[in-house]
């Protein structure tokens, strides 16, 4: 399984981006998917993510109602769609695929490059 992420770049606070994590594989959809984030000095923190089906999703308490995880199984991608961007969103993200939907990273199998995300103020 290898996975890709994108849709990174620099935004103003309060603008949007959307991410993208295109996995190559046959099992995508049957996976799980999570986004996860690491900032400078900091440890990597769980964001979101959804199950196979894309019936249930999970977010971090800091992204709930700001984030939202989809993904598209047909074309093997999960997506985060991010809103009102805040200066502490910045952090290069994730994307990994696992066996269930948990905001432990050491649930997934296998993890993409990351992708830059930077706000500013």
């Known amino acids: 399984v290898q996975l890709q992420a994108f849709g990174g770049g620099l935004v103003q606070a309060g603008g949007s981006l959307r991410l993208s994590c295109a996995a190559s594989?046959?099992?995508?959809?049957?996976?799980?998917m999570g986004w996860f984030r690491q900032a400078p000095g900091k440890e990597r923190e769980f964001v979101a993510a959804?199950?196979?089906?894309?019936?249930?999703?999970y977010y971090a308490d800091s992204v709930k109602g700001r984030f939202t995880i989809s993904r598209d199984n047909a074309k093997n991608i999960v997506y985060l769609q991010m809103n009102s961007l805040k200066p502490e969103d910045t952090a290069v993200y994730y994307c990994?695929?696992?066996?269930?939907?948990?905001?432990?990273?050491?649930?997934?199998?296998?993890w993409g490059q990351g992708t830059q995300v930077t706000v500013s103020s």
């Open positions: 959804i199950s196979w089906s894309g019936g249930s999703t």
């Open positions: 594989g046959s099992t995508f959809s049957s996976s799980a």
């Open positions: 990994a695929t696992g066996l269930t939907p948990t905001g432990s990273g050491h649930e997934y199998d296998y």
